[in-house]
């Protein structure tokens, strides 16, 4: 028989892990502090000097958290191992200076950063957004920390801690085929349109591209090697999008930014856009039961984009498409049925579930690893 596992230890366990991640994100925030011109992103750093208040007290209360969590988790769990670790993560914080670290300065400011500033806000933010959510509105009972979560927070750092430099992989091709669609008058002419007008046609023309470079991806077996390890996950969540090979996701966001170098967006827009985009990536995976009835033809829905990741036959290589699942109907790849899919995941073969393991995996013999059109 299954031991039985009381309310207070559930509630222990779950305030011992979540001190444990938060006390781990305090550190890495207190890093950010000491820091920033090695870790903290070029564009954001006048922000956070304008609201320096504002981010120290978001740490000073994440703190707290931790160690409030910890003593729960300490006190509540059949083992404790969870909330120590927490408590012992707070105390390292705090003794890195705490809500009142200050900056060493080592150098002076540099063109590149790590950028993982951008790792703990948007972990700490979406994870705050939609684990509640996931809880409240769930699809399908499953667990908080399901299979493979460890190696897709892995891939969530990667992706976000290395933002700048992904960014600037994906941009170079860009810049060496366009270089010369820079600065002519109808780019002035569409940096000059009003912002919303401007995210609105970014939105169109990103997602046009993104969807051939994505069709391309499960067409061309090689390419699909790649791609499989985004598909690999057997169950959805707001952390399984986050699970993607460096390749794909260089390559991608390489296709993307052709169009945004080439017609000339102004800056804000291209912000506007990305932070757009960080977060419907991650809506679009989630464990969600919403329809949205009267929007699910209009803008990518988590029902929309879960058909993509179905293994059922009726929903391989269908909805393509990012955000407007328009181009999924005039190229014939769409599937919007009232249902959901029963079964999620790559067929023929399954990639490993360790984070080095999918790095790899893809880079061996291609035996076994067919493209969904095979």
Request: aromatic share 14%.
């Amino acid at each position: 028989m299954m031991p039985t596992i009381s309310i207070s230890d559930a509630i222990g366990r779950r305030a011992g892990l979540s001190s444990a991640l938060l006390g781990a994100l305090c550190i890495v925030a207190e890093l950010c502090f000491l820091l920033p011109d090695l870790l903290v992103t070029r564009d954001a750093l006048p922000f956070y000097k304008a609201h320096i208040a504002l981010c120290r007290g978001i740490l000073q209360a994440s703190i707290f958290a931790t160690f409030a969590l910890g003593a729960l988790g300490a006190v509540c769990a059949r083992t404790s191992r969870y909330g120590l670790t927490g408590l012992g993560f707070g105390i390292v914080a705090m003794l890195m200076g705490g809500a009142q670290a200050e900056a060493i300065h080592a150098g002076g400011m540099r063109s590149w950063a790590a950028g993982l500033d951008y790792f703990v806000l948007e972990l700490l933010v979406l994870g705050l957004v939609f684990i509640p959510a996931e809880a409240l509105f769930r699809l399908r009972r499953q667990k908080v920390l399901r299979q493979g979560w460890q190696t897709d927070l892995k891939h969530f750092f990667v992706s976000h801690a290395g933002v700048q430099l992904l960014s600037f992989a994906a941009l170079l091709p860009a810049q060496m085929l366009f270089s010369w669609a820079v600065q002519l008058d109808f780019q002035k002419a569409i940096a000059a349109q009003p912002l919303w007008l401007q995210f609105v046609e970014m939105i169109a023309v990103v997602d046009l591209a993104t969807y051939w470079i994505h069709r391309a991806f499960h067409q061309i077996p090689w390419l699909w090697r790649f791609h499989a390890i985004h598909h690999s996950s057997q169950q959805m969540d707001w952390l399984a999008g986050s699970r993607i090979h460096p390749v794909d996701a260089i390559l991608t966001r390489a296709v993307a930014f052709i169009p945004v170098f080439v017609l000339g967006f102004a800056p804000a827009a291209l912000y506007a856009y990305l932070v757009f985009v960080s977060f419907h990536a991650v809506f679009i995976h989630a464990n969600l039961r919403w329809r949205f009835p009267g929007l699910r033809w209009a803008i990518s829905t988590p029902q929309y984009h879960h058909w993509h990741h179905a293994s059922d036959a009726e929903g391989i290589d269908k909805n393509f498409a990012q955000f407007l699942p328009v181009w999924d109907l005039l190229f014939g790849t769409v599937h919007l049925p009232h249902g959901w899919p029963k079964h999620y995941g790559v067929e023929h073969f399954q990639p490993p579930e360790t984070y080095l393991g999918q790095l790899v995996y893809p880079l061996r013999s291609p035996g076994g690893m067919h493209s969904p059109l095979s």
